[in-house]
């Protein structure tokens, strides 16, 4: 057996956080950004922990730190929308992700039908009002109801993607894929 091999015994529970945080970052994911109006303000944060939750009727998922700044506007606007951010959109992600700066200061958003801002250049949105939400560990997990959405194309058209703790683009990652299977 590896010595690299962790398995736990029903007595031992404890998974130090940054082996925790290392495992997770194998699996990749998409990087949106979740927006909403508060009081006539704009307020968003980048989130990885975006999915589909239902279809009929169609919920959407994302979790958030508890101890978020931002959360609390969205909770207490009522809704939000998902921009899908795309590969084009690194320094969005980036920005949305710091804590304290005025992340709007420099973004061009249009309102979605509910009021939310659209950041452009996203590969789509989905508006929401929010349907529920759990508390979960020193995170929430947020539940909406899709009530508009976006389907045009856009001028974008791949993914911003984060795998291994960097962002990854799925072309270069194909390409090579590709290449190296036609050698």
Request: with cysteine.
């Amino acid at each position: 057996m590896s010595a690299d091999l962790m398995t736990l015994s029903s007595t031992s529970s404890v998974i130090e956080p940054a082996r925790f945080r290392e495992a997770l970052g194998h699996y990749a994911s998409g990087i949106t950004v979740i927006s909403s109006l508060d009081e006539g303000e704009p307020v968003g944060f980048t989130c990885q922990s975006f999915y589909s939750v239902s279809m009929n009727p169609p919920l959407v998922s994302f979790s958030v730190k508890s101890s978020s700044f931002s959360y609390p506007r969205i909770r207490r606007a009522g809704r939000f929308v998902v921009n899908i951010l795309s590969a084009e959109q690194e320094a969005i992600s980036n920005l949305f992700a710091r804590q304290g700066a005025d992340k709007w200061k420099d973004v061009q958003w249009q309102a979605s039908p509910l009021g939310n801002p659209i950041i452009p250049g996203s590969l789509r949105w989905l508006d929401c009002e929010i349907h529920a939400e759990h508390a979960a560990g020193d995170h929430l997990i947020v539940i909406g109801e899709v009530r508009a959405l976006n389907v045009k194309e856009t001028t974008a058209s791949r993914p911003l993607l984060y795998f291994r703790g960097q962002y990854c683009d799925i072309a270069e990652q194909c390409a090579h894929s590709f290449a190296s299977q036609n050698q």
